[in-house]
């Protein structure tokens, strides 16, 4: 019979409120007590404001397409009454190398039309744009249409088709397309949420059409609304914009990590990006730079468009291997695994029988520790602000002797 391991964690985690982090040479930013993202913020307003809402959707090759009701030559004027500024279109803008950007110009001539034009999504080879427009008679109901660009063009549209999960009943809104191409997220209000606006995916088929809606589920809808859903590089977290959750004040911007389909209580992104306004269109542009929309300063109460650094925090995991009766056991293997079983780095403990690791705040992680002639030790636990201590108790016949990519 196999002897019974221990394994004794000690998460030991540098406090937050306490520590600055560096996101910039000349900066020390601190972390507010309301932000949980595990990332920390430095914000700066874009040059591109004007005095209309600007608001970013998508990145295009290389560009970065925003909606806007700012208005370029002798287009349409009228007055949209659910925003009171005048209908959206959609503009360009090329996204500089110092995290500026050039001055907006229109996207499309053929998809600009006198109605409000809203949120973009585009296919990953970019030759498939998914895309949303209300009438100028019910701007309040958005409807989400496909179009294709002809090959060896640069922004000639075509074969538009408005897609069957649009209806005069409800709106479609903020699609986003998931970073594998598999999927396309939405917001609407249609009939079995959970209140208000609720955030949806449906699978994307090979020839560009959707599948049915799929409802993300309670832990990110709530009774009140939700929209602007944007998901990560890797697919792991997905952010998004809420007035339910606690939120400071109309909507927020919160975090939600993502594993194998189930979804973690949304977390606040903090006072450096929300306020007691409106937060919307939180967007990544690249690893560790985006931007997001907020009416907390503007004039009209329209949306500037702020940009964002994010580093990631890190915090420090450590603790000894030990038999029952608390006797070390050098050169045994620990393994740290993410959320979905993936492993993400293994030691082999030292003469004092210690590991450590460098593990993301706020994460779902995994620890098995391996030894011949002792049953494996598995525990599974979100790192999350306070400090962890804990004897972790043998989880039997579970094996991790195969090392797998992250």
């Known amino acids: 019979m196999k002897s019974t391991l221990h394994l004794l964690l000690a998460a030991l985690m ?11 040479p000349l900066k020390n930013i601190k972390v507010d007590e309301l932000n949980k993202s ?16 600007e608001i970013a959707s998508a990145v295009f090759r290389d560009k970065l397409v925003i909606v806007s009701s700012k208005k370029i030559g002798a287009l349409n004027n009228n007055i949209n009454p659910a925003t009171n500024e005048p209908h959206t279109d959609l503009f360009c803008m090329d996204i500089k190398k110092n995290s500026d950007f050039s001055p907006p110009l229109l ?41 294709t660009l002809e090959k060896d063009s640069y922004g000639k ?3 538009h088709i408005e897609l069957a999960v649009s209806s005069n009943d409800y709106s479609v809104e903020n699609p986003h397309i998931s970073s594998d191409g598999k999927f396309l997220y939405f917001s609407s209000n249609m009939v079995g949420g959970f209140g208000g ?49 606690n939120s400071i004040g109309g909507y927020d911007i919160f975090i939600s990590n993502m594993s194998k389909g189930d979804y973690s209580k949304p977390r606040n992104l903090g006072s450096t990006i929300n ?12 690893e560790k730079t985006g931007v997001f929309s907020s009416d907390k300063n503007h004039a009209t109460d329209g949306f500037n468009m702020y940009h964002f650094k994010a580093e990631a925090i ?22 740290l695994l993410n959320s979905q079983g993936k492993e993400i780095e293994r030691q082999t403990t030292s003469v004092d029988a210690s590991y450590r690791f460098k593990v993301k705040a706020f994460g779902d992680y ?28 043998l989880s039997p016949n579970i094996t991790y002797n195969k090392k797998s990519k992250p």
């Open 14 to 24: 540098f406090c937050i409120y306490d520590t600055s982090y560096k996101t910039d």
């Open 314 to 335: 890190y915090r420090e995991l450590q603790g000894v291997v030990v038999t029952a009766d608390d006797k070390i056991l050098p050169n045994s293997t620990v393994v």
């Open 366 to 393: 995994q620890l098995v520790a391996v030894r011949q002639g002792f049953e494996d030790y598995n525990l599974k636990f979100d790192f999350g602000e306070h400090t962890v201590k804990s004897v972790l108790r």
């Open 197 to 245: 606006f609720d955030l949806y995916k449906s699978e994307i088929h090979e020839d560009g059409s959707i599948g049915n809606p799929i409802n993300l589920g309670s832990f990110v809808n709530s009774s009140f609304d939700e929209k602007y859903p944007h998901t990560s590089e890797k697919g792991r977290e997905l952010f998004f914009s809420s007035t339910g959750f």
């Open 275 to 286: 306020s007691i306004k409106d937060e919307i269109g939180f967007m990544i542009i690249n």
């Open 157 to 159: 549209w075509e074969n």
């Open 107 to 147: 996207f499309s001539r053929i998809l600009n039309t006198k109605a409000s034009e809203g949120q973009v999504a585009f296919s990953l080879d970019g030759n498939t744009i998914y895309y949303t427009r209300s009438e100028i008679e019910n701007s309040k109901n958005y409807k989400l249409y496909k179009a």
């Open 38 to 53: 595990g990332y920390v913020f430095d914000v700066n307003v874009t040059r591109i404001n004007s005095k209309y809402s």
